[in-house]
């Protein structure tokens, strides 16, 4: 697989792998944990270079499991962990990017992930109790340390981008963004682009739903987080059933998936995007990376974005609680 280069120079796989399915959030959790390992082992066989967890997925143990299926092939990997959480008996209870929590979460990360250093640590929310100049600050410190090499935010909005990155050079925006979330695109994307900053879309395949798997009859488990999303709702998915449709029908015209389209548009919008799609099989992994090879012509690109512009999606991508953590 090619790589992209990411801001400051990061260069990665041009379809990383989102890890946090691997541990929770979509429907019962994975039984065999070797099994995952040799799933993740066998990314790197694929291609993939570029691996992404967090503490909170779990919490903790995603990062216990990339870590030790990586650890043998540390030295040709990129790890991104994340922080931002207050983490209590198991369970997230609200944000805490206060300085010493980012200094200690770093350690706590740096053992579970069996690593001298973090190569990109994402600030997972912007907190608002805490000036983003002084998170900034925190991890310049890090990486002055050595114990991480780049700095990266998740879901921030514009402004903060632009003070953060005036305090530490940011590496990398973490955000949704696929053919049906298209929110980055009015401020976010240009202010990458002003700034040098790349992007790494996680749910690129939204959730799931554009890969054509799932439909109005789809019912999933009751753990699965997608119950709790308006946007998945049977009346939601019945309305956004038009857009995988005509995903549907321009792969079949190309001699590819849905999930391998959805993927090659966001691959075709900038060289600096660098989607993370998640998966628990290595044979889905394959199709996913297998997605740098479908070429999309400009009027391929322009038809689709014309399609979703004028279908537009029905429900939000997250509960009202969380979509308040969003764009800040």
């Known amino acids: 697989?090619?790589?992209?280069?990411?801001?400051?120079?990061?260069?990665?796989?041009?379809?990383?792998?989102?890890?946090?399915?691997?541990?929770?959030?979509?429907?019962?959790?994975?039984?065999?944990?070797?099994?995952?390992?040799?799933?993740?082992?066998?990314?790197?066989?694929?291609?993939?270079?570029?691996?992404?967890?967090?503490?909170?997925?779990?919490?903790?143990?995603?990062?216990?499991?990339?870590?030790?299926?990586?650890?043998?092939?540390?030295?040709?990997?990129?790890?991104?962990?994340?922080?931002?959480?207050?983490?209590?008996?198991?369970?997230?209870?609200?944000?805490?990017?206060?300085?010493?929590?980012?200094?200690?979460?770093?350690?706590?990360?740096?053992?579970?992930?069996?690593?001298?250093?973090i190569d990109l640590f994402y600030q997972h929310r912007v907190d608002p109790d805490v000036p983003i100049e002084d998170v900034a600050g925190t991890v310049g410190e890090l990486v002055a340390e050595g114990k991480v090499r780049h700095f990266g935010l998740s879901e921030a909005g514009a402004d903060t981008i632009r003070r953060a990155h005036a305090v530490f050079p940011v590496a990398a925006l973490q955000s949704e963004y696929s053919l049906w979330t298209r929110d980055p695109e009015a401020e976010v994307l240009p202010t990458l682009a002003e700034l040098g900053i790349g992007f790494v879309p996680f749910s690129p395949l939204g959730k799931g739903f554009l890969t054509g798997t799932v439909d109005t009859s789809t019912r999933f488990a009751e753990s699965d987080v997608r119950n709790s999303i308006p946007r998945f709702s049977e009346t939601n998915r019945a309305s956004n059933q038009a857009l995988v449709d005509q995903v549907a029908a321009l792969a079949e015209r190309k001699g590819a998936s849905p999930g391998q389209i959805a993927l090659a548009w966001l691959l075709a919008q900038q060289l600096w995007i660098v989607p993370i799609p998640g998966t628990r099989r290595t044979p889905r992994i394959a199709e996913n990376t297998g997605a740098t090879t479908v070429a999309m012509t400009a009027d391929e690109v322009a038809e689709l974005n014309a399609l979703?512009?004028?279908?537009?999606?029905?429900?939000?991508?997250?509960?009202?609680?969380?979509?308040?953590?969003?764009?800040?």
């Open 1 to 117: 697989m090619h790589t992209r280069t990411l801001g400051q120079g990061l260069e990665v796989s041009a379809i990383g792998l989102g890890c946090m399915g691997m541990s929770q959030s979509y429907g019962p959790n994975p039984g065999d944990r070797d099994e995952m390992i040799q799933v993740l082992r066998s990314a790197v066989d694929l291609g993939v270079t570029f691996f992404d967890t967090a503490e909170v997925y779990g919490p903790y143990v995603n990062e216990e499991l990339v870590g030790e299926a990586l650890e043998p092939v540390r030295g040709r990997v990129v790890l991104a962990t994340k922080f931002g959480w207050d983490i209590h008996d198991g369970k997230s209870v609200g944000l805490n990017s206060r300085p010493e929590q980012i200094r200690a979460v770093a350690d706590e990360s740096l053992k579970r992930l069996r690593s001298d250093t």
């Open 308 to 328: 979703a512009a004028r279908l537009g999606v029905s429900g939000d991508r997250y509960d009202e609680l969380h979509m308040g953590y969003v764009g800040r």
